[in-house]
């Protein structure tokens, strides 16, 4: 596509549930990655993928969140039993490669766990 | 740890000033830095990226310089204009992909 598409653009959930966010990448970009921002923070690091494998999953906060590509292009976060301290928004961003490129972000999608 | 530090005090300045933020880090040697610019509700997008064998970049009136020894990065605007307001991040990476930011400083232009 054009751009990096996630969905949903807003997800409500109860404290406890399941939740799965989608990202649909930039078509040919190898490289897609999860980042998630507080209000009046900068992107943290959760994970990338390099093709379908992850490469790094250093940032992912603890074991109730998991994600997969499983063909190389679009991927999941998925995040179990789901805490109000999950809230934040979630951003995707993909490159055609690793490296000194630059990333394109999609909008993010804002998780609320009430 | 890594640390990155942006100016957390938002920065006003008048229209067709130049504008100046900084990017300070520590305990990191990173291959190169890159600036995004952030507007409400939306993701970042990416505007340079310098490397650490280069002292400076320019791209139309955005100039960016790395000075690897005091391990600072400063993003300048020059001739800015109100559509300039919003929040700019700085961000490091080394050979892994993986970029590491800043919590971005806010800037307001007054017309």
């Known amino acids: 596509g054009a751009g990096v598409s996630q969905t949903p653009s807003n997800k409500v959930t109860e404290k406890g549930k399941y939740v799965e966010l989608r990202c649909d990448p930039i078509?040919?970009?190898?490289?897609l990655y999860w980042y998630r921002q507080s209000l009046g923070q900068g992107p943290e690091f959760l994970i990338y993928?390099?093709?379908?494998?992850?490469?790094?999953d250093s940032g992912l906060p603890n074991d109730r969140f998991f994600a997969v590509r499983p063909e190389g292009s679009v991927s999941t976060l998925k995040i179990q039993r789901t805490e109000r301290g999950d809230s934040a928004v979630y951003l995707c961003?993909?490159?055609?490669?690793?490296?000194?490129?630059?990333?394109?972000f999609g909008s993010g999608t804002r998780l609320t766990v009430v | 740890s890594q640390k990155i530090e942006q100016n957390s005090e938002a920065l006003n300045i008048q229209e067709g000033k130049t504008a100046t933020l900084t990017c300070n880090y520590t305990?990191?040697?990173?291959?190169?830095l890159q600036w995004y610019r952030q507007d409400p509700g939306r993701g970042p997008v990416f505007l340079l990226l310098?490397?650490?064998?280069?002292k400076e970049k320019r791209k139309e009136r955005l100039k960016v310089t790395f000075d690897t020894t005091l391990k600072q990065s400063l993003f300048h605007i020059t001739a800015s204009q109100p559509a300039d307001s919003a929040t700019y991040l700085c961000?490091?990476?080394?050979?892994?992909?993986?970029?590491?930011f800043g919590q971005g400083t806010t800037l307001q232009v007054k017309p």
């Open positions: 993928f390099q093709g379908t494998g992850a490469a790094d």
């Open positions: 961000a490091l990476g080394g050979n892994t992909g993986k970029l590491i």
């Open positions: 078509s040919g970009h190898t490289a």
């Open positions: 305990n990191y040697s990173p291959a190169y």
């Open positions: 310098i490397r650490e064998n280069e």
């Open positions: 961003a993909s490159s055609s490669g690793t490296g000194d490129i630059g990333y394109t």
